[in-house]
């Protein structure tokens, strides 16, 4: 069970690929947020989706009918045993009484709060500062299971389909993903714009993406000089065009994780709302950008606390330039 966003469930790709290597069948329960991160990740035999008012960022109301529904589907599936994969800030436990009722007879996770008879595998000697995928990996790990020979553990989707964008993109290119699902990890979209402007004239291809409801975004960035895909691609079709990007420029959001696991390098203009050590891309060479110290750090504020949101103001279209060509250089010809 990982029920929160697409990052989430992106870097739990690797623990679950070491679940199916135990020869185990396994089905992901993930909520709405992260289901098309679902979709690409190797290893699952079944995905079910349910929102779970106590880890969505943006809950309904507790509702007692759907609470007994996502019992009775758990109850139909008759699981042997259920692992319960959190971030450090969010409790288990409620899923896990969940379970119980659904009569699951094993429940592993990571838990400081006392689950009296909730958990029959109760981890609490993870480390803080580690990768959140390694952190999944963990509990995985103390349930018996591993990853197989030859797995690198990080990141990873199944392959993609090549899509026909790529023939329009036509030739290298460098992606701007200026959308993020929280405010205050967004680099302002006005320095997006000037990024795109300054990579124009270093003599790079750019490309901007975006989802729906981010088309007026993605087309204020590209101001006629990117290419705006904003709107135009699923998730699969995304990744599609960050694997054949030579590096992708993007805040702390799913996305960067995406970029990462098709083994695209990143310029992640990180905001410490969050630690980069737990959430920083994981797979390609990353270039970290913005104020790792500024006063937020470790708030997890959705909404920027410091006038003037010192973290991210810091960053420079120059230093996202300067960042693309120390990962990717120059492209290997030039575009109108």
């Known amino acids: 069970m990982r029920l929160d966003s697409l990052g989430d469930v992106l870097v739990t790709g690797p623990a679950l690929r070491a679940l199916a290597s135990c020869g185990d069948d396994?089905?992901?329960l993930c909520g709405p947020r992260g289901r098309a991160a679902a979709d690409l990740l190797p290893g699952i035999g079944e995905i079910l989706q349910w929102?779970?008012?106590?880890?969505?960022?943006?809950?309904?109301?507790?509702?007692?009918?759907?609470?007994?529904?996502?019992?009775?589907?758990?109850?139909?599936?008759?699981?042997?045993?259920?692992?319960?994969?959190?971030?450090?800030?969010?409790?288990?436990?409620?899923?896990?009484?969940?379970?119980?009722?659904?009569?699951?007879?094993?429940?592993?996770?990571?838990?400081?709060?006392?689950?009296?008879?909730?958990l029959d595998l109760r981890l609490t000697d993870v480390p803080d500062d580690i990768p959140e995928h390694e952190r999944a990996l963990r509990l995985v790990r103390a349930a018996g299971c591993d990853l197989p020979a030859g797995d690198d553990g990080l990141p990873a989707i199944r392959p993609v389909p090549t899509s026909g964008v790529l023939e329009e993109i036509g030739g290298p290119y460098v992606v701007l993903h200026p959308g993020t699902s929280v405010p205050a990890r967004a680099?302002?979209?006005?320095?997006?714009?000037?990024?795109?402007?300054?990579?124009?004239?270093?003599?790079?291809?750019?490309?901007?993406?975006?989802?729906?409801?981010?088309?007026?975004?993605?087309?204020?960035?590209?101001?006629?000089?990117?290419?705006?895909?904003?709107?135009?691609?699923?998730?699969?079709?995304?990744?599609?065009?960050?694997?054949a990007a030579d590096c992708v420029v993007v805040g702390n959001t799913g996305p960067a994780h995406l970029a990462a696991a098709v083994r695209t390098p990143v310029v992640s203009v990180f905001a410490p709302t969050v630690p980069a050590a737990r959430w920083a891309p994981q797979g390609a060479p990353v270039v970290l950008?913005?104020?790792?110290?500024?006063?937020?750090?470790?708030?997890r504020a959705t909404i920027c606390p410091i006038p003037g949101h010192p973290c991210l103001a810091s960053v420079t279209p120059g230093d996202?330039?300067?960042?693309?060509?120390?990962?990717?250089?120059?492209?290997?010809?030039?575009?109108a």
């Open 187 to 243: 680099w302002p979209p006005e320095r997006f714009r000037s990024a795109a402007d300054r990579l124009v004239e270093r003599g790079h291809r750019v490309v901007v993406t975006g989802a729906e409801h981010e088309r007026e975004l993605t087309a204020y960035v590209a101001d006629g000089i990117a290419l705006d895909l904003g709107g135009r691609l699923d998730l699969g079709q995304l990744a599609g065009v960050l694997a």
């Open 320 to 335: 996202v330039a300067d960042a693309v060509e120390q990962l990717c250089g120059r492209p290997v010809k030039e575009f």
């Open 51 to 118: 929102c779970a008012p106590w880890i969505d960022p943006e809950p309904a109301p507790v509702d007692p009918d759907d609470i007994a529904a996502l019992r009775d589907l758990i109850t139909r599936g008759r699981f042997d045993r259920a692992l319960i994969f959190t971030s450090f800030h969010q409790s288990p436990l409620p899923t896990a009484l969940v379970l119980r009722l659904a009569g699951v007879p094993w429940v592993g996770a990571i838990s400081e709060d006392y689950p009296g008879s909730l």
């Open 289 to 299: 950008l913005g104020d790792q110290d500024a006063p937020c750090r470790d708030s």
């Open 26 to 28: 396994v089905t992901l």
